[in-house]
């Protein structure tokens, strides 16, 4: 069955940093479009920040502009969210997702089970 994973969630303090990766099962990410979302407790899932297929990144979240990164490895296997200054806010079940035509702020055609990252001192 084709599915995306996620890895990395935990918890960590603030100002600390984690690193999320997605990867893919029965598929490879190379050719596809992977996006990050959160999903807080008590409020509605949000998108946070999507790597298109050609490396093109777009950012859904403006709260974690300049803290929060999209990557791929060079074998295009993996799509990595590096997370740093973490907040109390950024806690959250975070999913990434993976479309064969574009980044967007919900259409997705894989999703992942989520991991939970709790930032608390």
């Known amino acids: 069955q084709l599915h995306v994973v996620e890895s990395g969630g935990g918890m960590v303090q603030p100002g600390g940093s984690l690193r999320l990766s997605c990867t893919a099962s029965?598929?490879?990410?190379?050719?596809?479009?992977v996006g990050w979302f959160r999903q807080a407790p008590g409020k509605e899932r949000e998108g946070v920040i999507c790597?298109?297929?050609?490396?093109?990144?777009?950012n859904y979240a403006d709260s974690v502009k300049g803290r929060f990164t999209i990557s791929r490895d060079s074998a295009k296997t993996t799509v990595y969210l590096q997370m740093n200054s973490l907040k109390h806010e950024d806690t959250a079940v975070y999913y990434c997702?993976?479309?064969?035509?574009?980044?967007?702020?919900?259409?997705?055609?894989?999703w992942g089970q989520g991991t939970k990252d709790a930032v608390s001192s």
């Open positions: 790597i298109s297929s050609s490396g093109d990144i777009t």
């Open positions: 029965g598929f490879t990410l190379d050719y596809y479009a």
């Open positions: 997702a993976a479309d064969p035509i574009r980044c967007s702020n919900a259409d997705y055609v894989y």
